[in-house]
């Protein structure tokens, strides 16, 4: 695949009617991986989320490449706090057991740091060679292993408990030839870490655990694991429990190897759960719950077909496709969603917020309100965006509202300039989409007001209304306060300090569209609001366009000379203008978004995202490779963002007034990255059902454009889910 950019449509081509809108093509619920995937296997991850900001998450052939990959991860203070808890349960079947000839085969794979011998690394066991097929299901929440030999068929399926820290395991031993004599015995070792999900435990000593086992009443089993106060427990209903007290070798995350991180550790084996399936028997069941406490274990996850959290999610996809039936093709993109969406608790308060990546970010202003309109108003889940501005409503300090809010508390830290004015854009989206005044009405609006008053006066980090000409200036050169705020060691990437294009675009927007959702009874305040966007505007055409190119600067740098302050447009080819050429109420207008786009479609567009710097340009970086410095330099200097294609798509069909010929261009600029859905891990990476928060910038045949980053960003599949919906919903 190369990245050249799709050419746009000539007008001569059949259009589809008015009528009949273009439709997005279908994605599959189930995304299934088989030997003949060949790499993909190793490649391509899946998430299960539980709604606290807890998760599951992992490769399809069960390898553990990254230190966030478990079985389960906690969130005892949603949704931060996290914990790595279990991080697999690792099955063998043993083949004539108790007798001469007993075989065992071990169906786990781990990449070794060192070899059983102490020499050379490598992959032990090597059950990933007996694996049939992984499937994550959509619909069912769920994903699962099969692995077969000549003996037996096993079966692994994973469950999330909804809104509790806790998740269970089904395993299904079959025997291959009905009445085969042999005896099976299926054996299945916790591996617990019970340590910060950002951490690895290194050579850890068993000394750190402590464990204990209780028979149950009926044959199961309950084992508890401590460690630094955190306790798990693990319960099987069927099994009974061998305690054995070790570690596990030294095992090496690849993934984090790349990225420079720390990436070794040996984990807990608190012994192994057994079960025999005796000559005579064909098939049988053992589910394995485990959870964090002060959560208990719950097997009833398998008593049923389908499971609360599944329920859940597929609940909140249906009501989105029965308000909007253009959505159902993307059925399964919906039932992901669910994932972002998770609840915080501040003091007292139960709200909603939503998890800007997994697996290791937590809830960020600037991310939730951009992704608020595509996670939860396209779909329709008006109660859960009503808390979401709420929870930021309620922290607004000095006109701004939390970038994020610390890992480990409630702290939150106030460093964006667009956080606040894209928290205008989502309030005002959701009244105007819900109609639901009375929520708007309030703290909410109140925010927005506090809000304006401090831009317009002065805030944090120099963030100010120009008299001049009554655009936003911010920050200094020391500061990164627009979403491309890659920073390191005191050095910043990707300076935008000044005046920057989308932040005035922003401002502009957030005034108008302020002032059309107030009531008549405040006319007057509308009038002052459209007053001073106009003044913005008339501002922003006049420093923002550049007609020789047809596009708009990037941002205009300050400088100071015989005591006055003149600002020097930048010549940065960048994505920042179309988000100018997307906004319903921006100061372009058809013609000028027309241009932008167009502009943005030669020098930025691939077939996975607008690149953030043009190819040529000086700091442009074609691959975000290395360690982290280096990924810095790449993050905002070329890396492609998936995001940006929610704003691209948006400008093409304002340029030509939702046109069928702009609705067919805005779905085949979005065909390869749903294309992409249905074969995670075959450009290198990437997680089932799920978009990743960035690509490289450039793309080739024999190097394709490979997924980085977070595997499953939440802005990326809510500006790809708002964009199929602007694009074939029957009404602009």
């Given at each position: 695949?190369?990245s050249?950019?799709?050419?746009?449509?000539?007008?001569?081509?059949?259009?589809?009617?008015?009528?009949?809108?273009?439709?997005?093509?279908?994605?599959?619920?189930?995304?299934?991986?088989?030997?003949?995937?060949?790499?993909?296997?190793?490649?391509?991850?899946?998430l299960?989320?539980?709604g606290?900001g807890?998760?599951?998450?992992?490769?399809?052939?069960?390898?553990?490449r990254?230190k966030?990959h478990?079985l389960?991860?906690?969130?005892?203070?949603?949704?931060?706090?996290?914990?790595?808890?279990?991080?697999?349960?690792d099955?063998?079947?043993?083949?004539?057991?108790?007798?001469?000839?007993?075989?065992?085969?071990d169906?786990?794979?781990?990449?070794?740091?060192?070899?059983?011998?102490g020499?050379?690394?490598g992959?032990?066991p090597?059950?990933d060679?007996l694996?049939?097929?992984?499937?994550?299901?959509?619909?069912?929440?769920?994903?699962?292993w099969?692995?077969?030999?000549?003996?037996?068929?096993?079966?692994?399926?994973?469950?999330?408990?909804?809104e509790?820290?806790s998740?269970?395991?089904?395993?299904?031993?079959?025997?291959t030839q009905?009445?085969?004599?042999?005896?099976?015995?299926l054996?299945?070792?916790p591996?617990?870490s019970?340590r910060?999900?950002?951490?690895?435990?290194?050579?850890?000593?068993?000394?750190?655990?402590?464990?204990s086992?209780t028979p149950?009443?009926?044959?199961?089993?309950?084992v508890?694991?401590?460690?630094?106060?955190?306790t798990?427990e693990l319960?099987?209903?069927?099994?009974?429990f061998l305690?054995?007290?070790?570690m596990?070798?030294?095992?090496r995350?690849?993934?984090?190897s790349?990225?420079h991180q720390?990436?070794?550790?040996?984990?807990?084996i608190?012994?192994?759960?057994e079960?025999?399936?005796?000559?005579?028997?064909?098939a049988?069941?053992?589910?394995?719950?485990?959870a964090?406490?002060?959560h208990?274990?719950?097997?009833?996850?398998?008593?049923?077909p389908?499971?609360?959290?599944?329920?859940?999610?597929?609940?909140?996809?249906?009501r989105?496709?029965?308000?909007?039936?253009?959505?159902?093709?993307?059925?399964?993109?919906?039932?992901?969603s669910?994932e972002f969406?998770v609840?915080?608790?501040?003091?007292a308060?139960d709200?909603?917020?939503?998890i800007?990546?997994?697996?290791?970010?937590?809830?960020w202003?600037?991310?939730?309100?951009i992704?608020?309109?595509?996670l939860?108003?396209?779909?329709?889940?008006?109660?859960?965006?009503?808390?979401?501005l709420r929870?930021?409503?309620?922290h607004?300090?000095?006109?701004?509202?939390?970038?994020?809010?610390d890992?480990y508390?409630?702290?939150?830290?106030?460093?964006?300039?667009?956080?606040?004015?894209?928290?205008?854009?989502?309030?005002?989206?959701?009244?105007?989409?819900?109609?639901?005044?009375?929520g708007?009405?309030g703290?909410?609006?109140?925010?927005?007001?506090?809000?304006?008053?401090?831009?317009?006066?002065?805030?944090?980090f120099?963030?100010?209304?120009d008299?001049?000409d009554?655009?936003?200036a911010a920050?200094?050169?020391?500061?990164?306060?627009?979403?491309?705020d890659?920073?390191?060691?005191g050095?910043?990437f990707?300076?935008?300090?000044?005046?920057?294009?989308?932040?005035?675009?922003?401002?502009?927007?957030?005034?108008?569209?302020?002032?059309?959702?107030?009531?008549?009874?405040?006319?007057a305040?509308?009038?002052?609001?459209?007053?001073?966007?106009?003044?913005?505007?008339?501002?922003f055409?006049?420093?923002?366009?550049?007609?020789?190119?047809?596009?708009?600067?990037?941002c205009?740098?300050?400088?100071?000379?015989?005591?006055?302050?003149?600002?020097t447009?930048?010549?940065d080819i960048?994505?920042n203008q179309?988000?100018?050429?997307?906004?319903?109420n921006?100061?372009?207008?058809?013609a000028?978004?027309g241009?932008v786009?167009a502009?943005?479609?030669?020098?930025?567009?691939?077939?996975?995202?607008?690149?953030?710097l043009?190819?040529?340009?000086?700091?442009?970086?074609?691959?975000c490779?290395?360690?982290m410095?280096s990924r810095?330099?790449?993050?905002?200097?070329?890396?492609?963002?998936p995001?940006?294609?929610g704003?691209?798509?948006?400008a093409?069909?304002?340029?030509?007034?939702?046109?069928?010929?702009?609705?067919?261009?805005?779905?085949?600029?979005l065909?390869?990255?749903?294309q992409?859905?249905?074969?995670?891990g075959a450009?290198?990476?990437?997680?089932?059902a799920?978009?990743?928060?960035?690509y490289?910038a450039?793309?080739?045949?024999?190097?394709?454009?490979?997924?980085?980053?977070c595997?499953?960003q939440a802005?990326s599949?809510?500006?790809?889910l708002?964009?199929?919906?602007?694009?074939?919903?029957?009404?602009?």
């Amino acid at each position: 695949m190369t990245s050249r950019p799709p050419a746009p449509p000539k007008r001569q081509q059949a259009k589809p009617s008015p009528e009949t809108p273009a439709t997005a093509q279908s994605i599959p619920a189930t995304c299934r991986l088989t030997p003949a995937d060949g790499r993909a296997l190793y490649d391509a991850e899946w998430l299960l989320a539980n709604g606290l900001g807890g998760f599951a998450m992992g490769t399809a052939c069960g390898i553990l490449r990254r230190k966030y990959h478990a079985l389960l991860v906690a969130s005892p203070r949603p949704p931060v706090q996290r914990l790595h808890a279990l991080a697999s349960l690792d099955a063998t079947v043993t083949l004539a057991a108790d007798t001469g000839q007993a075989r065992t085969i071990d169906l786990a794979v781990h990449r070794l740091a060192e070899g059983w011998s102490g020499e050379g690394g490598g992959f032990e066991p090597r059950g990933d060679l007996l694996l049939a097929s992984f499937e994550h299901d959509t619909a069912a929440a769920e994903v699962r292993w099969v692995w077969e030999s000549a003996h037996f068929t096993l079966t692994r399926t994973l469950r999330m408990t909804h809104e509790r820290n806790s998740c269970a395991v089904r395993f299904t031993l079959r025997r291959t030839q009905s009445r085969d004599p042999t005896p099976l015995r299926l054996a299945i070792r916790p591996l617990i870490s019970l340590r910060d999900f950002h951490a690895t435990l290194g050579w850890c000593d068993p000394q750190r655990f402590t464990s204990s086992s209780t028979p149950g009443a009926r044959g199961g089993s309950t084992v508890s694991v401590t460690a630094e106060g955190h306790t798990i427990e693990l319960f099987s209903d069927r099994a009974r429990f061998l305690q054995e007290r070790r570690m596990s070798p030294q095992f090496r995350y690849d993934l984090d190897s790349e990225r420079h991180q720390s990436d070794r550790e040996r984990l807990f084996i608190p012994g192994s759960f057994e079960m025999d399936l005796k000559p005579g028997e064909d098939a049988a069941e053992l589910v394995i719950a485990a959870a964090l406490h002060p959560h208990e274990p719950d097997v009833s996850l398998f008593s049923g077909p389908d499971h609360p959290r599944a329920r859940h999610c597929s609940g909140v996809a249906q009501r989105a496709v029965d308000r909007a039936p253009d959505l159902e093709p993307c059925l399964p993109l919906i039932r992901s969603s669910c994932e972002f969406i998770v609840r915080r608790t501040i003091g007292a308060v139960d709200s909603v917020t939503v998890i800007a990546g997994y697996p290791w970010f937590a809830d960020w202003g600037r991310d939730t309100m951009i992704a608020l309109p595509g996670l939860l108003l396209c779909t329709a889940r008006f109660d859960d965006a009503l808390a979401c501005l709420r929870t930021f409503a309620a922290h607004v300090s000095e006109g701004m509202i939390p970038n994020r809010f610390d890992d480990y508390g409630d702290e939150p830290e106030f460093n964006s300039v667009d956080a606040p004015l894209w928290f205008i854009h989502a309030a005002c989206e959701y009244l105007r989409i819900s109609g639901d005044r009375a929520g708007f009405s309030g703290p909410i609006e109140d925010a927005c007001f506090r809000i304006i008053e401090r831009y317009r006066a002065g805030t944090r980090f120099g963030i100010r209304l120009d008299p001049d000409d009554h655009l936003i200036a911010a920050g200094d050169a020391s500061t990164q306060l627009t979403w491309m705020d890659a920073k390191r060691d005191g050095h910043a990437f990707t300076p935008r300090h000044g005046k920057a294009v989308e932040i005035n675009a922003l401002w502009i927007h957030g005034l108008r569209s302020l002032a059309e959702m107030l009531p008549e009874s405040r006319r007057a305040e509308a009038r002052e609001l459209r007053a001073l966007a106009d003044r913005c505007a008339e501002s922003f055409i006049l420093a923002f366009l550049d007609p020789s190119r047809g596009c708009l600067h990037d941002c205009l740098y300050p400088s100071q000379s015989a005591g006055r302050t003149t600002w020097t447009p930048s010549r940065d080819i960048r994505p920042n203008q179309i988000i100018a050429a997307a906004l319903r109420n921006g100061p372009l207008d058809a013609a000028q978004r027309g241009s932008v786009a167009a502009f943005v479609r030669e020098h930025l567009l691939t077939p996975f995202g607008l690149r953030t710097l043009a190819p040529g340009q000086e700091g442009y970086r074609p691959r975000c490779t290395g360690d982290m410095w280096s990924r810095d330099a790449a993050y905002h200097n070329g890396t492609a963002w998936p995001w940006l294609l929610g704003s691209y798509a948006e400008a093409v069909l304002r340029a030509d007034d939702f046109s069928p010929a702009a609705r067919a261009e805005v779905l085949r600029c979005l065909a390869p990255i749903l294309q992409s859905l249905s074969r995670p891990g075959a450009g290198g990476g990437g997680a089932c059902a799920h978009i990743p928060e960035i690509y490289d910038a450039e793309g080739s045949p024999d190097q394709p454009q490979r997924p980085n980053g977070c595997p499953a960003q939440a802005w990326s599949l809510a500006e790809v889910l708002r964009a199929l919906h602007l694009a074939t919903a029957r009404e602009a």
